[in-house]
């Protein structure tokens, strides 16, 4: 599926690039400043383990080349990573230049730089090895999925991705930020990958309704489950059948890959305190609209999300009501308010609270649904609060199965499910006989 199958006038496109890329001066800049530790904390800190120190030296020696192989070859998702990471708490966050009082090197933003060029001057890095003749299958087609259907190519095996929707790419697609990363630069990385080859595509088959599990188990040698998670949690209180509430991860689909209205609205409310509530306050406003509250049962400092998501957030003139609880959505046809009551510590209405928020929109971000529930029926698979429980390189307790991902982990960021992807890629090649 080629980037080009989105509309050019979707609502995402209004966003501008909220990092904003470097020039070759300032990349060689910061590149320079960096002390290339050994045994350097960046690295421990990044899921995929990726030897900055050594990408960055290769940037400040201009071997931009060498540089972008350094990233990809940890971590093939390298170039939406740059882009959608959460650094503060990562790679970033762990500089040794923080506990200096020295602003610390921006990695994710030389990561940028580095993945860019390679993506501009087309440069590839990785042949399939020679054929082995086995065909492993691969369940959802986001960054879990690809970052093992690559390394299993460079293994030699075949892989086919049974994908549900008409697009690859997951929630880089269809979720994240799209100040942070639009949704064809996401489709424009599944091409780049799927460029090793070898590695089949079927768009629109959802398993477990199309293809059951036990068909897939019979056709593959071995097979990957990386499903994520499903829908939107509801919050099961009245009104939430009314025009303009919507499920957050729904909503964010629909804005990034086609249009949303939001024309004469002037009040939103998001409930929920976790990073993808964050996410909504900011697209709501950046989509224009003028108060928009976010909604949450417990304290700012207990909080889910990251808090400087939130200092974003209130940066682009968000509020927040804290300790606070939605129990119904009015209106007459669509939402015009939402009727709320105060919560006590122990998160336990307070009698008389009573508070009402205007709203024409409003987007619940209280949890998505677990996908893992369709494995329990597989004999030896284990699955734990919707989650599939594996070992360290994902391997379940029956022997064809492996997993990755948000549907193992509950829902962590891209560079997890990218590492837990290429992890389960290298069990999934000792089970079938490969001694690499
Ligand atoms: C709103 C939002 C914003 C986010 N922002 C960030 C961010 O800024 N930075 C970051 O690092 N992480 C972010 N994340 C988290 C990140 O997107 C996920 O951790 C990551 O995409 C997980 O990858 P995955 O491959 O496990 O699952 P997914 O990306 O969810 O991909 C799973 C794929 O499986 C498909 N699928 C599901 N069921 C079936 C089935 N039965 N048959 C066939 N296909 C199926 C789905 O359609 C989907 O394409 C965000 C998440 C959300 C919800
Ligand atoms: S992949 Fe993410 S966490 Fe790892 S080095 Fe790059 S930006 Fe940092």
């Known amino acids: ?82 882009r959608v990471c959460p650094v503060e708490v990562l790679c970033v966050g762990d500089c040794v230049y923080n506990e200096m009082g020295v602003p610390p090197i921006q990695i994710g933003k030389l990561q940028r730089f580095s993945t860019d060029t390679a993506f501009k001057n087309e440069w590839r890095f990785f042949e399939a090895g020679p054929d082995t003749g086995k065909t492993v299958g691969l369940i959802g087609g986001g960054p879990a999925s690809l970052a093992c259907a690559h390394e299993l190519r460079r293994f030699g095996h075949r892989a086919t991705i049974y994908e549900k929707r008409a697009r690859l790419g997951g929630l880089n697609t269809t979720g994240v930020a799209p100040y942070k990363m639009k949704a064809d630069r996401s489709l424009e990385e599944t091409q780049w990958i799927l460029g090793i080859g070898g590695i089949e595509v079927k768009t629109g088959v959802s398993v477990g309704d199309d293809v059951t599990l036990e068909d897939l188990e019979k056709k593959h040698d071995a097979v990957f489950f990386g499903a994520g998670l499903g829908i939107d949690t509801a919050m099961k209180v009245p009104g939430e059948d009314l025009q303009n509430v919507f499920g957050a991860v729904d909503w964010i689909e629909k804005m990034k890959t086609g249009r949303v209205s939001v024309e004469g609205m002037k009040s939103c409310v998001v409930v929920g305190g976790g990073n993808t509530a964050l996410d909504c306050v900011r697209e709501a406003r950046g989509l224009g609209i003028e108060r928009v509250t976010m909604v949450y049962r417990g304290t700012e400092a207990k909080m889910s999300g990251y808090a400087h998501e939130w200092k974003a957030a209130e940066m682009h003139g968000a509020r927040a009501e804290w300790q606070v609880l939605p129990v119904a ?84 960021e891209v560079v997890n499910a990218a590492a837990e992807g290429k992890a389960a890629a290298r069990a999934i090649h000792q089970f079938l006989g490969g001694t690499k």
């Open 1 to 82: 599926m080629a980037a080009s199958s989105l509309s050019g006038d979707r609502s995402e496109t209004i966003f501008s690039d909220y990092k904003g890329e470097y020039t070759r001066e300032q990349a060689l800049v910061e590149a320079n400043r960096c002390l290339f530790c050994t045994d350097a904390p960046c690295v421990k800190a990044c899921p995929t383990h990726i030897e900055i120190p050594q990408f960055i030296r290769k940037i400040a020696t201009g071997n931009l080349r060498g540089s972008a192989k350094t990233i990809f070859d940890a971590n093939i998702l390298g170039m939406s990573c740059a």
């Open 329 to 412: 959505f009015e209106g007459h046809g669509k939402v015009e308010r939402v009727r709320c009551v105060r919560l006590d510590a122990s998160k336990k209405p307070i009698a008389g609270t009573e508070l009402v928020l205007e709203a024409d929109l409003v987007l619940v971000a209280i949890g998505q649904s677990k996908l893992g529930e369709m494995l329990s029926k597989l004999e030896g698979i284990k699955v734990e609060k919707g989650h599939v429980v594996t070992d360290d390189d994902g391997k379940t307790g029956r022997a064809k199965w492996s997993a990755g991902g948000d549907c193992r982990n509950g829902g962590k």
